[in-house]
């Protein structure tokens, strides 16, 4: 089968295992997420998913010294040391993407040892190698070198203050200093002296606020504030070192040695300890795991703890539950359920179940389940472990010690010895592909045993020294085995002889396989070769380059070979079998710190395994490619496998027992639980009983209370309306009044405003044509001062040329600039989000505060006092006006003469605005750039923030589902409850009964009694003649005393009686329930119904103010021609002869001085209510204050039942309004034609209608309506078709 096209491969899956040395071996990258070393790479792991992805370091990258993540938990920096004896480098990474984002390095470093970022993540410090311990602060966004300092003394943690980013700690052995960044250069000063100075310190860290915790190795905490050394606090740990410390909001954690880990909290979070101590010890916990904890990492939320072991275990630990969890118990949980501390000796897959099988140096066994990601199955033993081998079914695992080989059977949870075999250190050993038998190596045999029977059924000789690896064929009757003989030996296991050999010398093989047919095997040793053998003859090789091949692994299909190497790197080959091609190289993947030792693959070979010296487990996913195409792989379906585990008889029994053992104390907790509850249940009732006769009391008393307080409510609204229209009637009256005394002055004000008017006419006629002479004279100098701006206007374009060219080199500058800045501008567009946020709710607290001005201006619009004083001072607001045109006009004299000097000064202005607006277009233009940028990194950040919001309201779907079952779990507890409650009354009433009963049984044992003592008296008498009267007496007494108690007790149970009570408040319940739900659902038809009429009110106002606008557009109109018109009539009036000014234009018609006569005269009242505005104007300013109140007020009930007043009784005001008269025309001519000023005002004030509008304007004949009759008249249409509310 041709190879041709065929390439593979592999995914990084899953890791169980870690790599100690690394300073901060684990850090949170987020609430849900840590990071520590394992192999090569990085491993991030979901504490909530389970899930792993990984940090994959490059090819020249040889170890990872130290790491620390940014605050803002969006990027993390890791120390590499370079292989080939090259400089160390920092790389930054993008957790979110995984992918590189810069990389630092500094010539004066040779390694990085430490790292730390600042509080706003734009800076960090690094810490080089001996001998100089350069310390190095960078910006490391734009890649450039702050300071440098060399501190000359080793140091272990660096640190930068959280309030203050030139503010830096430093801690080692005999070493706690704070630096500070002056004027780019780094200044250190010591912050304890004497012996504390002269302890080893061995971390520290920050406190809220300006404190700094610093742990020694004696066991002690230094508090330092302020750069000073406040107190020392003598921790758990006093003579033993602590290996590392970490506050947070409530104190700080500290670890040591043998699992152990403090928790101290500050004295005033709980008011405890000395106060001259300002930390106490909370709590001490301690881990199954017996090895040094460390690091320590605290997630940003502080809910969860990281924890890494010396060991190369990580744990997490619950700090957000710590005042709960109780000392004595284990709260640690193991990533992967615990890993391999040591080098991986064994490995073996499964068939059958999804398990891996694995043994190591550090005498433990694990079984993995790689399917959830867990140890199913861990033991750890006394003696050393060499080889381990599990059965296809999964039920079975032998395992090699020094001194024997053991059979195990796998069980739930344990590992149960069933038998063992005399071979001592038992390097190698395999079950056969259908597990009737297994293969052990014994030195330089290999020997054949029996799966089921043990028996011994043949033994392999031929090897001369030790054989490192056998392999069975496809059909288990032949087996191929390699060793450091130099020797590869094939086997016919019918006869236990071998068919094939091949020898070479000075050749030490390390692994054997076999091809799918079984007619040839791949074999690789410490000659750098892998070599193909067929028919004991060599056919084809590989040479490895000079990398020694420890594993090989064949696929089922003979196609991908995979070669683990003593570099920890796992190689793939294009390999066929009958390909008369030569073999391809594949890809190469560096995975592990130590060599390979063993390699598996699943039975659908769709999972890779590989284990090495380190301890680690790598799983990959294996992929394969053929003609460019990815080959489609079935999912994992977990009912494939078999799910079937093997339990003890013993284990059964023992269950059994301890269940029936349970069981007989929950019958005796039952029985308990029932007396208790019917003790509850007497107290209950009669409580009951007393509850329900003061409730009965207490209704009564209310109802009483209610009725007279709704007679009281009745009566009140009476007066109160009464008072209301009493109210209206007399300020419609002072309205009336007060409209005909305003007419009457207005319009002496308008005589007066008119002979204003022609003055200001005559005098704009002088002033224009002055303006013309000016003009005139004034033209050949606007002609030269033009003919100048014309040159300069040249010499301008000239420099636009020159000033475009150097545009777009600074345009070059700006976009290196730009992309510079990108990186700043997320951590300010957060800023400006959350100072958004609060002008968010700033705004909120603001409409609130209109809510409360919205009800005092409604108040104070029914305040009717206020509004006559602002009428008056709206009167003397008139008359300063009229003063004040006169002095606009004597200003407008001077003003012409200074317009020549204006001329030049604007001439001036020309040329520096024009130079002005051509930078302000370059500006213009810069800006529009500045804007397109901001506006792609806001798209962007949009695209980053959309998942999270989708990820949000998941989880908000399933808060809501967890609450239903909430529900759900409640309203089934209450059932079970009631339930309950029945059954325990029913006991009760049985035991009565059975009380009763007793009782009876015992009265009527003493009856018998009684009755058989008088029967023995009656015996012992002679005399017949007594015993007839004795026997009456006897029958009297018992028969039928007893026949009385018999119907005495015929009295009916109350139990029915009870029952009955139970079914008539049940079904009073449930009619109660349905009548609850109608009312429910008729408020919310309510509801709905002044929803919508809220809706129409407002559009109803809408329309009204677009009318409004138009009206007050045709106004506006209609004013400016009627100023034309008087302006036209006040000139013919000068033209025409002197006799006809001195004559009256128009007499008094008989109509106008009847209507004069018949009105009564104006009687002065109290004023109720007024406004210094006409009608039509107030009508629009409430319309405009409701519209306003309408938007910013709530869409509550109560607030849509008071606009409704308000409008109802504006349009009553409205209507009444409209059913005065406008004004007549020939009234209107009348008034114009008047000649003097006394006369006219006389005059205006008997022609003057009273229903007439104060400050309704004046209507000639045949013109437009005036504003106010429009408006009320648009008003009666409108409330004519608005349907009654």
């Not at 005399?422 to 330089?444: D, M, Q, W, Y």
């Not at 196609?559 to 190497?565: M, Q, V």
Request: with cysteine; net charge negative.
């Amino acid at each position: 089968m041709a190879a041709e096209g065929v390439t593979a491969f592999l995914d990084y899956a899953f890791c169980w295992g870690a790599r100690a040395g690394v300073r901060d071996n684990v850090v949170h990258t987020g609430e849900t997420s840590i990071v520590y070393p394992a192999g090569r790479h990085l491993c991030v792991y979901s504490t909530e998913t389970k899930e792993m992805s990984f940090l994959l370091q490059a090819e020249s990258v040889e170890s990872v010294v130290a790491m620390a993540a940014s605050h803002n938990r969006k990027y993390l920096g890791v120390c590499e040391v370079l292989a080939e004896g090259a400089a160390g480098q920092v790389t930054i990474f993008n957790v979110a993407s995984e992918k590189r984002y810069r990389t630092l390095t500094h010539p004066d470093c040779k390694t990085f040892t430490a790292i730390t970022f600042s509080s706003d993540s734009k800076f960090l410090v690094t810490i080089g190698s001996a001998p100089d311990f350069t310390m190095v602060y960078w910006n490391w966004f734009q890649s450039k070198v702050v300071a440098t300092v060399k501190v000359n003394s080793e140091i272990k943690r660096v640190s930068f203050s959280p309030l203050d980013n030139v503010q830096i700690a430093t801690s080692g052995p005999g070493l706690l200093k704070l630096w500070r960044l002056q004027e780019a250069t780094l200044k250190g000063f010591n912050m304890v002296s004497g012996k504390a100075a002269a302890q080893n310190f061995t971390d520290h860290s920050w406190a809220p606020g300006d404190r700094l915790l610093a742990s020694t190795d004696q066991g002690d905490v230094l508090v330092v504030e302020q750069g000073e050394l406040r107190s020392t606090v003598k921790t758990r740990f006093s003579g033993t070192p602590i290996h590392t410390l970490v506050a947070y909001s409530s104190g700080f954690i500290i670890a040591g040695s043998e699992g152990r880990m403090s928790v101290y909290e500050k004295n005033d979070a709980r008011d405890k300890g000395d106060d001259k101590e300002p930390y106490h010890h909370f709590k001490t916990f301690k881990s199954p795991e017996a090895h040094n904890i460390v690091s320590l990492s605290i997630s940003p939320a502080e809910e969860h703890l990281g924890a890494f072991f010396s060991s190369n275990q990580v744990a997490i630990f619950p700090i957000a539950n710590i005042d709960i969890l109780k000392e004595d118990v284990n709260h640690f949980s193991f990533v992967g359920s615990g890993f391999h501390s040591a080098s991986i000796t064994g490995l073996d897959v499964c068939v059958r179940k999804p398990l891996v099988a694995t043994c190591g140096a550090d005498r433990s066994v694990r079984v993995w389940n790689y399917l959830d990601k867990s140890c199913e199955v861990c033991r750890v033993f006394q003696d050393d472990l060499t080889s381990i081998a599990i059965h296809p079914s999964g039920f079975h695992v032998l395992v090699g010690f020094s001194d024997k080989l053991r059979l195990f059977n796998v069980l739930i949870d344990d590992l149960k010895q069933f038998q063992e075999f005399p071979l001592k250190s038992c390097r190698e050993v395999r079950f056969s592909h259908g597990g009737h038998r297994f293969a052990a190596v014994n030195i330089t045999n290999i020997i054949i045993f029996d799966t089921y029977t043990f028996q011994r059924l043949g033994v392999l000789v031929s090897h001369t020294a030790l054989v490192k690896s056998v392999c069975w064929s496809q059909d288990d009757f032949k087996m191929v085995s390699a060793g450091i003989d130099g020797a590869v030996y094939e086997w016919s296991l019918q006869g236990f002889a071998r068919t094939e050999e091949n020898v070479t010398r000075n050749v030490h093989y390390s692994c054997v396989v076999y091809n799918q047919a079984g007619n040839a095997a791949i074999g690789c040793g410490d000659d750098h070769k892998i070599t193909e053998f067929i028919k004991s003859a060599p056919s084809r090789e590989v040479k490895t380059q000079g990398i020694r091949v420890t594993q090989l692994l064949l696929s089922n299909n003979d196609k991908i070979l995979f070669a683990g190497t003593t570099d920890g790197a796992v190689q793939s080959y294009i390999w066929a079998m009958d390909s008369t091609e030569g073999i391809r190289e594949g890809q190469q993947y560096l995975v592990s710190k130590g060599a390979v030792t063993r390699m598996g693959a699943s039975a659908d070979e769709s999972q890779l395994f590989l284990a090495s010296e380190d301890g680690t487990l790598f799983m990959f996913d294996v992929h394969l490619m053929e003609e460019g195409e990815v080959a489609e792989k079935k999912a994992i379906d977990p009912a494939n496998f078999l799910d079937v585990v093997l339990v003890t008889r013993a284990d059964v029994e023992e269950k059994t027992s301890t269940m029936q053992d349970l069981e007989n104390k929950i019958g005796e907790v039952q029985v308990q639980a029932e007396y208790k509850l019917h003790l509850h249940d007497q107290d209950w009732a009669e409580k009951t009983k007393k509850m329900k006769e003061e409730t009965e009391a207490a209704r009564g008393a209310a109802e009483a209370r209610f009725e007279a307080l709704r007679r009281r409510k009745e009566q009140q609204e009476l007066e109160a309306v009464e008072a209301i229209q009493n109210m209206e009637r007399a300020h419609m009256k002072a309205a009336e009044e007060l409209e005909s005394l305003y007419e009457k002055k207005l319009a002496i004000e308008a005589q007066r405003y008119r002979g204003l008017l022609h003055e200001k006419e005559d005098m704009e006629c002088s002033y224009e044509e002055q303006l013309e002479i000016t003009k005139s004279k004034y033209n050949s100098v606007i002609m030269k001062l033009k003919n100048e701006y014309e040159a300069k206007t040249k010499e301008q374009q000239d420099a636009y040329y020159r000033l475009k060219d150097e545009l777009a080199n600074t345009k070059a500058q700006y976009e290196e600039f730009v992309r510079q800045q990108d990186e700043d501008h997320e951590d300010e567009v957060l800023k400006v989000q959350q100072v958004h946020k609060r002008q968010l709710e700033e705004e909120q607290e603001a409409v609130l505060n209109l809510k409360s001005q919205s009800a005092i201006m409604r108040r104070r619009f029914d305040s009717f006092k206020s509004d006559m004083e602002e009428l008056r001072s709206q009167l003397k607001h008139k008359g300063d006006d009229l003063k004040t045109a006169n002095e606009k006009n004597e200003e407008q004299e001077r003003q012409i003469q200074m317009l020549k000097n204006d001329i030049r000064d604007r001439e001036q202005t020309i040329d520096n605005k024009e130079k002005r607006i051509s930078e302000l277009r370059m500006k213009a233009k810069e800006l529009e750039k500045i804007k397109f940028v901001l506006d792609y990194k806001y798209k962007e950040l949009k695209k980053e923030i959309e998942p999270k919001e989708t990820q949000i309201q998941h989880m908000k779907g399933q808060i809501k589902e967890m609450d239903e079952e909430l529900e759900r779990d409640v309203r089934t507890n209450h059932a079970l409850g009631q339930a309950l409650n029945d059954k325990t009354h029913k006991i009760d009433n049985l035991n009565l009964e059975i009380k009763r009963q007793r009782g009876l049984v015992h009265e009527k044992d003493r009856l018998i009694q009684l009755f058989v003592t008088d029967l023995e008296k009656l015996v012992t008498e002679i005399d017949p003649s007594y015993w007839r009267d004795a026997i009456r007496q006897l029958y009297r007494t018992y028969v039928k005393k007893g026949s009385k108690e018999q119907g005495a007790r015929d009295v009916p149970d109350s139990m029915d009686e009870f029952a009955r009570q139970r079914e008539y408040m049940e079904r009073s319940l449930e009619t109660l329930k349905k009548r609850a739900t109608k009312n429910e659902e008729a408020v919310k038809i309510n509801n709905q119904k002044k929803s919508a009429e809220n809706a129409l009110l407002i559009d109803e106002l809408n329309s009204l103010r677009r009318e409004k606008r138009l009206l007050e557009v045709k106004v506006q109109e209609m004013q400016s021609e009627l100023q034309l018109q008087n302006a036209q009539r006040m000139r013919r009036g000068r033209s025409g002869s002197a006799d006809e000014e001195g004559r009256p234009l128009r007499s008094e018609t008989p109509t106008s001085a009847a209507n004069a006569s018949s009105r009564p005269p104006s009687k002065g009242g109290r004023v109720h209510k007024g406004s210094a505005l006409s009608m039509n104007e107030q009508v629009s300013n409430e319309r405009a204050k409701v519209m306003a109140m309408l938007q910013q007020l709530d869409e509550s009930n109560r607030e849509i039942e008071g606009q409704r007043f308000e409008i109802k009784r504006l349009r009553e005001q409205v209507q009444i309004l409209l059913q005065r008269a406008p004004l007549a025309d020939a009234q209107f001519m009348e008034v114009m034609g008047m000649g003097g000023s006394g006369d006219m005002a006389a005059h205006m004030g008997d022609t003057i209608p009273e229903n007439r509008s104060a400050t309704a304007p004046l209507q000639r004949p045949g013109a437009t309506p005036p504003i106010g009759q429009l408006v009320k008249e648009r008003s009666r249409s409108s409330m004519a078709k608005r349907p009654p509310t």
